[in-house]
């Protein structure tokens, strides 16, 4: 899962969207650093790329690309993930995602002192490139892969991966929603406990 789902899956609170969506470079118990309710962002984001690396109907979809992509197939996985819940978001909100998206952006920006010197550093290009809602489109995908190429200095040739995206579409589709629902209720639950 990236940047949609992780804050998605973190429901109401914003400050455990905050700690959800800039967890990645959150390392060991740097977390403890952090207000409570980031820290619960920051444990739950940990639980959620658990519980989806270790998932079969996640790893079939990853599989299909390990070949050509290597490592770099779970990244490519969860923005492709990203996409269908963009692509989908009715679905799942009842709220635009345009107005959903655009209330995270001044949430981050409301709360830039608690935010991570990376996380910081990539607000402004989050924003000017609304990547939330650019996840919607193919287009908007194809986008994304390549600027993720760029930060691996083209080492993975990610944004090439539109195609496979494009050739098992309805497959990884499906195996979004049936995935997603799963992972929906466990952190449902997984917030309960923490």
């Not at 679905?91 to 010197?117: P, R, V």
């Amino acid at each position: 899962m990236n940047f949609l789902a992780h804050i998605y899956l973190s429901g109401n609170n914003d400050m455990m969207k905050i700690g959800n969506f800039m967890a990645d470079g959150i390392r060991g118990t740097d977390y403890l650093n952090f207000p409570n309710e980031v820290k619960k962002g920051i444990l739950l984001h940990r639980y959620i790329d658990t519980f989806t690396d270790a998932h079969p109907i996640y790893r079939k979809s990853k599989h299909r690309l390990h070949e050509k992509y290597g490592h770099y197939s779970g990244v490519i996985m969860d923005i492709v993930y990203d996409h269908f819940l963009a692509k989908n978001w009715s679905n799942y909100s009842d709220e635009k995602l345009e107005d959903y998206a655009h209330e995270f952006y001044k949430l981050l920006q409301n709360n830039y002192e608690i935010l991570t010197e990376k996380t910081q550093k990539m607000l402004p290009y989050l924003i000017e490139r609304n990547w939330l809602v650019s996840y919607a489109t193919l287009q908007g995908l194809e986008m994304i892969l390549f600027q993720m190429d760029y930060r691996t200095k083209h080492r993975a040739n990610m944004q090439k991966a539109i195609v496979e995206v494009q050739e098992f579409y309805a497959e990884f589709e499906v195996e979004f929603r049936l995935f997603f629902e799963e992972l929906r209720l466990h952190c449902k639950e997984k917030i309960l406990e923490l």
